[in-house]
């Protein structure tokens, strides 16, 4: 038995891929037919690298061909995967939002998200209307913190556009993957997946007016980062780092991320967290368990901002896994400490709005165009 291309060729006209309109053989997913007798290999390039896609896209081909050219036929698929270039994330501006702020860390683990959501508690009760948007896709964690786990943002009819409305805890206003998914569930996406959850996140909400948006991205400089930053006019970001050597290290890292000729995004400063522990029966005494001072050091170094230390606090952990950032605390040292760095992260926003130009999305669309930091 000998296949015509021919035949197989129509038989793919009846099928499409998931989310195409038109049909294989019209929109070039099938991008070639090889006939050897009884055996067919077939040039599938697909533009989404979704699994599920992939699969279901193989899956009809094989029952077409088996059903409408031959069951006897032997199908082998080859696939290419084309994902366009373009960031899945929109690239434009949100009416009502002042400034924008990229909050980072080089790693995990150093209280990245514990910071901004405690900046985030202090600037609202100094009077500014604050958001936060949990970027950090993979470990969205500001519905615990802000106890917040059970909520579920409601729709909103603004100018005729249904708009999702932002959770509001302690006058922060908040959204996060966190709360479209269960919290057991793990988010197994890859990057265009992600892009879009932010995309709506960021686009499809009614933020409303706010002085400041923090963007509480995830550690590291990767697919994240790069989509937030192409989509959003951010401000100017605050990197979060303990004092050990080896988050130095990456906080060097997240720093020339942004400071790249490619990027050109002003850093605000730098938070050094777990500076010190001091105990509560030795209030006089300060451990440096992690090093002392390296990321102010750090900062120095690298002519930056240093906006303050947070010492190893018992009650800053208690308060985020009990759903009350710590500088709610009234009186507490935790709020003066935070107090002092939010002032200092304010003080860096008027300098940087006064004498440098206004934000705008990065225009990249890979991460090789970064080279190192300008001085």
């Not at 949100?94 to 998200?113: E, H, L, Q, T």
């Not at 991320?257 to 029966?281: C, K, R």
Request: proline fraction near 6%; aromatic fraction near 6%; charged fraction near 25%.
């Amino acid at each position: 038995m000998k296949l015509d291309r021919k035949e197989i060729l129509k038989a793919l006209e009846t099928i499409t891929v998931a989310g195409e309109g038109k049909n294989m053989v019209e929109s070039g997913a099938i991008a070639n037919v090889l006939t050897f007798g009884d055996e067919v290999v077939i040039e599938l390039v697909l533009h989404v690298p979704a699994l599920h896609i992939r699969k279901r896209a193989e899956d009809d081909i094989k029952k077409t061909i088996l059903e409408k050219v031959s069951p006897d036929a032997k199908i082998k698929i080859n696939v290419k995967i084309e994902a366009p270039e373009k960031s899945e994330v929109t690239n434009k501006s949100i009416p009502g939002i002042k400034n924008i702020i990229a909050v980072a860390s080089g790693k995990g683990g150093v209280g990245k998200s514990t910071v901004t959501a405690n900046l985030a508690v202090t600037l609202a009760k100094m009077g500014f209307s604050v958001g936060i948007l949990d970027a950090d896709i993979y470990g969205p964690s500001m519905p615990i913190m802000f106890d917040v786990e059970s909520a579920k943002p409601l729709s909103v009819e603004v100018d005729g556009k249904s708009k999702m409305k932002p959770i509001e805890s302690y006058n922060v206003k908040i959204l996060s993957i966190g709360f479209f998914t269960p919290p057991s569930q793990a988010i197994i996406w890859r990057g265009p997946m992600a892009g879009k959850a932010l995309n709506q996140m960021i686009f499809d909400a009614e933020w409303g007016e706010l002085d400041f948006l923090l963007v509480d991205l995830p550690p590291g400089t990767g697919d994240i980062h790069l989509s937030i930053m192409q989509a959003l006019p951010i401000t100017g970001a605050v990197i979060v780092s303990t004092p050990q050597a080896v988050a130095l290290s990456d906080t060097r890292k997240g720093v020339s991320m942004f400071l790249s000729e490619a990027i050109n995004i002003p850093v605000l400063g730098i938070i050094e967290n777990m500076a010190y522990f001091t105990p509560e029966e030795l209030p006089n005494n300060k451990y440096y368990l992690f090093g002392k001072e390296g990321a102010k050091n750090l900062a120095e170094d690298l002519q930056v901002p240093f906006l303050g230390e947070v010492p190893i606090v018992q009650s800053i952990r208690e308060a985020g896994d009990f759903g009350r950032p710590a500088a709610m605390q009234t009186g507490s040292i935790i709020e003066t400490i935070f107090v002092e760095i939010t002032k200092n992260v304010v003080r860096e926003v008027v300098n940087r709005n006064e004498n440098l130009p206004a934000s705008e999305a990065i225009k990249i669309t890979n991460m090789a165009g970064c080279s190192s930091p300008k001085k």
